[in-house]
Structure formats: structure tokens, C-alpha cells
């Protein structure tokens, strides 16, 4: 009988297998059948990487970009006055906020009450009235090219291959690596800061754009270049680009800064729970809301705290961040009941404070 249900399990086993095996055959045959060029899709890497596939699909990159029925399904809601007939794709709608392109491939701007913000559940005016091209290349879709106007839309600048940051964006073209068998010479491995760059600033990766008290949404790459911490790390020493957000972080600080974490661990801070990045890397950036004065909605990479009272966070127009983290945003964003002569006087015993 033990015998029996040994062979019983075993037959089972290979049964699974042999289904899994041709679910998997099936997938890539369908892939490579559908390709686009020499673009198979990220359902086809996600016959091998199949955990990979999971955590980018749950990660904002693939959903920069989405299809309206896609975002109705996602439980994007509408701006007033519109039916999802009247919409093309949906900008974002993962993190911080949605907006829409209309049929014609222009962001629907129409009376403002047009993107909408995630975290407060409200609608704000994006460019109000404005005439506004879809011209978000390459940072929302995979293989883009500035040439042309996808599926023939007047508002749109360009045209892509797929929807969304697919694994291919940051791979290069996979159709050779799953006709080798996932030969690692057929695929591209970029560990370099600048492949992140490449999404992660606006327009000059020297300069950090800002308005209205806030560094400006996707400029980690840039306060990462003046931080100082590009000399010695990149981007995925901390971070799993497959992951999102807070997920990703791969070392904490106190990987590399132990012997000041054994001073901070003892602080009077330390023992209140204040963790390293709530004040080195403050929500002193915005994408969609502010929770209040000096709370944005993204962390800075920026990491070098200035306390001086003079310090000065942005250019004297407020259009460029200067490359540091001051009081305002490491210590009043809390102490908003002070100010930053009072921050000051804490210069240089903030670890040690008991």
C-alpha cells in the first residue's frame, strides 16, 4: 500500500510537471508568435523569472502607462463629465496620481478637476485649459522613439512598443534570449545609476528642478549625483529595481554608517523611533499633494543635512534645489512649532542628543 501511494504521488508529480512544462512551451510560443520586432513581452520573461514577474508587476513601472480598461479595472474613477469611451490610456494611477488621455491623444485638461490624487482621494487642476500633448517619452512606455504619433493620435508624441516600464525597457529586446534558452549574452544587464537616470531626471542631471517649496517629481538621479553618494554606490546598492517603493531597499543605513548608528541607537531620538531617513531623506519632493508645509509626497535622495539658519534648500526664484536637506524639511516638517534658529543650536549633537 506505502508503495502504491509512493508511485500514486510520483505519477502526480511528473503529471504537474509535464502540464507546467507545456503551460510554460505555450506561453513563449504565443510570445514569440505575437512579437513585436524583436520585443516578445514581459509574459514571456515571466516564464522564467516567474517571482521576478510577480514583483514588477506589483511595482509602479509597468503602470505608468495603461490601457482604459485597465485603469477602470484598477478602480481609477473619472473626471466629471466623461465616460471611459471617451478615454485612451491613463497616465499613472499606481502611486500618486491618474490623468487621462483622450481619444485624439491629448490630456484631457478640460476645466481642470483632471488628475487625480491618490492619496486624498481629490481632484486637481493639471494645466487647466491648456492644450497639453501626450509627450511623455521614453519614461512611461517600453521602446519608445520620438518619431510619428502612436496609433496614428494627433496629441501624441511618438510612438512605443508596449504600454507601461516593461522588463524590455531596462533589458533590451528578449526575442534572442528566449530563442537561445536564456542565454545571458542575448539579454542586457545595466546596473548603472545612469539606466535608472534615464527616467529619473527631467532634463540636465546637474541641475534639480523645483516649484512652489517642493524638488519636483522623478529627480532621484540628480540629488543622487549631489549627495555624494554616487562616488561609492548605485542606485541598486540599495534598491531592487524589480520592487516598489519601500520594498525595494535591499541595506538600510546603518549598512555602511554602523559605527554613528551605535551612537544614534543610544540618542533620545533613537529611542523615540526616528529613523535615519526621516530626516535625511525627508518628503521634501512632490508629485501629486502636499500633507502640509514642508511635507511633500517623495522622498529626497539628497541624504546631506545643513542646519545653519541661513541655509538655503532652493535657488532664490525656487527653481532648482541647491543640493542639500536644511531644517525646514529634516526638523520643522515635525517641529513646525519652531524654527530655525531653534534647529541650529542642534547642529552637530543630533546623534548623540540624549
Avoid at 97 to 122: E, P, S, V
Avoid at 271 to 283: Q, T
Avoid at 333 to 349: L, M, S
Wanted: net charge neutral; hydrophobic share 30%.
Amino acid at each position: 500500500m506505502k508503495m502504491l501511494k509512493t508511485v500514486i504521488i510520483g505519477i502526480a508529480v511528473l503529471l504537474f510537471v509535464s502540464f507546467t512544462a507545456a503551460q510554460d512551451f505555450s506561453t513563449l510560443s504565443t510570445a514569440l508568435s505575437q512579437a513585436k520586432g524583436d520585443y516578445v513581452g514581459s509574459e514571456a520573461c515571466g516564464v522564467c523569472h516567474a517571482q521576478i514577474y510577480v514583483w514588477v508587476n506589483g511595482s509602479g513601472h509597468p503602470n505608468k502607462l495603461r490601457s482604459a480598461e485597465q485603469a477602470k479595472g484598477a478602480g481609477i474613477p473619472l473626471p466629471e463629465g466623461l465616460i471611459w469611451g471617451d478615454i485612451w490610456k491613463v497616465i499613472g494611477g499606481h502611486g500618486w496620481k491618474a490623468r487621462f488621455i483622450k481619444n485624439d491623444g491629448y490630456i484631457f485638461t478640460a476645466g481642470g478637476k483632471n488628475q487625480w490624487n491618490l492619496a486624498t482621494k481629490t481632484w486637481g487642476d493639471y494645466h487647466k485649459d491648456e492644450v497639453k500633448p501626450y509627450k511623455c517619452g521614453p519614461c512611461h512606455m517600453t521602446n519608445y522613439t520620438a518619431s510619428g504619433n502612436q496609433d496614428y493620435k494627433p496629441g501624441v508624441v511618438g510612438q512605443w512598443t508596449y504600454d507601461g516600464v516593461q522588463c524590455e525597457e531596462c533589458h533590451g529586446p528578449g526575442k534572442d534570449h528566449v530563442l537561445t534558452g536564456g542565454s545571458k549574452g542575448e539579454i542586457t544587464i545595466d546596473d548603472t545609476s545612469a539606466g535608472c537616470g534615464k527616467c529619473h531626471y527631467r532634463t540636465d542631471p546637474a541641475i534639480i528642478p523645483a516649484k512652489g517649496g517642493f524638488i519636483k517629481h522623478h529627480e532621484q538621479y540628480n540629488e543622487f549625483l549631489k549627495s555624494g553618494h554616487s562616488t561609492l554606490l548605485k542606485c541598486v546598492s540599495c534598491h531592487d529595481p524589480h520592487k516598489s517603493g519601500g520594498f525595494s531597499v535591499k541595506i538600510s543605513c546603518e549598512t555602511c554608517h554602523s559605527s554613528v548608528d551605535a551612537v544614534y541607537a543610544d540618542s533620545s531620538m533613537g529611542k523615540a523611533g526616528v529613523k535615519c531617513i526621516d530626516c535625511h531623506m525627508p518628503y521634501m519632493s512632490k508629485s501629486a499633494v502636499s500633507e502640509r508645509k514642508w511635507v511633500g509626497d517623495v522622498r529626497t535622495h539628497l541624504f546631506n543635512i545643513d542646519l545653519s539658519a541661513d541655509a538655503q534648500p532652493f535657488t532664490s526664484d525656487g527653481s532648482q534645489a541647491t543640493g542639500i536637506t536644511t531644517s525646514e524639511y529634516a526638523c520643522l516638517a515635525c517641529h513646525y512649532d519652531h524654527d530655525k534658529a531653534w534647529a541650529a543650536g542642534y547642529k552637530g549633537v543630533i546623534h548623540s542628543l540624549k
